[in-house]
């Protein structure tokens, strides 16, 4: 597979400057990765451009601006009219974003690729921006924050909950679909403004993966001149706030289980050495979905806690179904979580210890060494699956055009060469359990809250009979672990006052 990554310069009578004045042209960086014996094209247009570019005030706007590109109509097109175009080609456009990327994305017939890819670059280029779809898709945003994140998705709102402790005050903050406030704040002409600065030809990545023409990329390319130069400067992120000791939030909600998510935040991400033997680290005790990590181990396999219990290195969002990370959704700013889901509410306050318990062993003892064994080999074989298709490896590659270096082609470098001596170091430099933020959702934390600030045992609680002796000896272990849980760090919140601004 030969993959190419290069730029364009788009033709001078192509340009546009939207406003700006006039521009020099700047070349568009261009992803290559053909497949000529392939029927299929992915095109994947990568602006990095995200919730941390929103401005003050109006928490939403970048991901409401990238939606009425991805799910509003054109110029040409209502909406409606776009869809009843994509139909007869079996093919869709999705678009999905983050903190710092934003992506619009489709696989088509190569038969249809002049037709998708014409009506691709109309959504990005001239976008109707009618009031009926920025009325349409500003509902929609603030219902992903007042009905899905705070009414259904448990897991997910642990996990942005997690964020607002993290993230105080940071552009990192908050759910990128905004904050009730701020959408309440963008105004249509707000979107138009943010479109103009932000979606630009400097930040833009093209990708094509597939059988496609030789000529097509950078004919393609040339489409997008129409786009201003360079726009708004991207902002540079403040650092992440330092934290000195535990930081506790429950979040009060009906549930049936707890959700809980802690971690802290590192200074590494893939451009950095120790990030690969962090990602090791991570696998061992709990790779996304996966059953051979040790939290899920010891705490489904050995307990039947719960049903899933994770780790991770980095920001993770999974691809639809699969069991996978999605692509393209870099963070210049990442951390150290775990997810332990859903957890039975009697049994909440053993899981945080179990799970900070086997953290602490493997920071204060390393890896065992047929733990470290074990995890390497599945890691060499588990990561060709993450780039089991054209459009997922096109991700991968422009992830590595961003980071400076492609994820997978370095762990398949490194692990062969990696030892238990690198992944102990890496563990022991970047995390701790001292100063974590642990996040619990559910309809019993003030009973948890009591328990935790009185320091009080908390049991393990079995629905069957018979665990094995040697288990029952170590639950005595971890229903005592110590936990510093100061009140004045503890707080307990109604699930329905987050996300407000």
């Known amino acids: 597979m030969l993959l190419s990554i290069a730029t364009a310069a788009a033709s001078p009578s192509a340009r546009a400057d939207h406003g700006h004045g006039s521009s020099p042209i700047r070349p568009i960086r261009i992803v290559r990765l053909p497949s000529p014996s392939s029927p299929l094209v992915t095109i994947r247009l990568v602006f990095q451009v995200g919730a941390a570019d929103d401005d003050p005030g109006k928490e939403g706007l970048a991901d409401l601006t990238a939606s009425m590109l991805g799910e509003g109509g054109t110029l040409k097109r209502t909406w ?28 088509v017939h190569r038969d249809n690729l002049e037709t998708f890819a014409s009506l691709l670059a109309e959504q990005i280029l001239t976008p109707r921006f009618s009031v009926e779809d920025f009325t349409r898709l500003k509902q929609d945003a603030l219902d992903t924050i007042t009905k899905t994140l705070r009414g259904n998705d448990d897991e997910d709102l642990g996990k942005q909950a997690l964020a607002t402790v993290l993230y105080r005050e940071h552009p990192y903050g908050y759910p990128t679909p905004g904050t009730v406030a701020g959408l309440a704040a963008i105004t249509l002409d707000d979107v138009k403004h ?62 049936h289980g707890n959700a809980i998510s802690m971690g802290h935040t590192i200074d590494v991400t893939r451009a950095d050495d120790d990030f690969y033997p962090l990602a090791l680290a991570a696998s061992y005790l709990g790779e ?23 780790a991770y290195v980095e920001n993770f969002i999974q691809d639809g179904w699969s069991t996978f990370p999605r692509p393209n959704n870099p963070r210049r700013q990442q951390g150290f979580e775990i997810w332990l889901r859903p957890v039975p509410p009697a049994s909440a306050g053993f899981a945080i210890r179990e799970a900070i318990y086997e953290t602490d062993k493997l920071i204060r003892d390393g890896i065992p060494a047929k733990g470290f064994e074990a995890t390497r080999a599945f890691l060499l074989n588990y990561i060709n699956l993450w780039a089991q298709d054209g459009s997922r490896r096109l991700g991968y590659a422009i992830d590595a055009a961003i980071y400076g270096r492609d994820v997978i082609v370095e762990l398949k470098a490194r692990l062969p060469k990696m030892t238990k001596d690198d992944v102990d170091r890496a563990v022991r430099t970047h995390l701790s359990t ?46 005592n672990y110590p936990l ?18």
């Not at 996304?288 to 994770?310: A, V």
Request: glycine share 8%; net charge positive; hydrophobic share 40%.
């Open 80 to 107: 409606s009219e776009v869809l009843d175009a994509l139909y007869p080609m079996a093919a869709d456009i999705q678009y999905y974003g983050d903190k710092d990327a934003f992506v619009f994305t489709g696989t």
């Open 194 to 255: 943010f479109y103009a600065q932000h979606f630009t030809r400097e930040r833009l990545i093209l990708g094509i993966a597939g059988g496609y023409p030789e000529s097509f990329p950078d004919a393609y390319a040339a489409h997008f001149a129409a786009l201003p130069a360079g726009g708004k400067p991207r902002a540079k992120l403040p650092p992440p706030p330092s934290r000195q000791g535990m930081e506790f939030l429950l979040v009060e909600k009906a549930a």
């Open 434 to 479: 001292a100063n974590l933020a642990v996040v619990v959702v559910g309809d019993k934390v003030k009973e948890l809250a009591e328990s935790l600030s009185a320091r009080k045992r908390t049991p393990m609680v079995y629905d069957t009979k018979d665990t094995p002796a040697d288990v029952v000896k170590e639950d005595k272990i971890i229903e």
């Open 484 to 501: 510093t849980v100061s009140p004045s760090r503890l707080k307990i919140v109604s699930a329905s006052t987050l996300f407000e601004k």
């Open 288 to 310: 996304h979905r996966t059953f051979g990590g040790i939290l899920m181990l010891n705490m489904r396999q050995k307990r039947g806690l719960n049903y899933g219990d994770y």
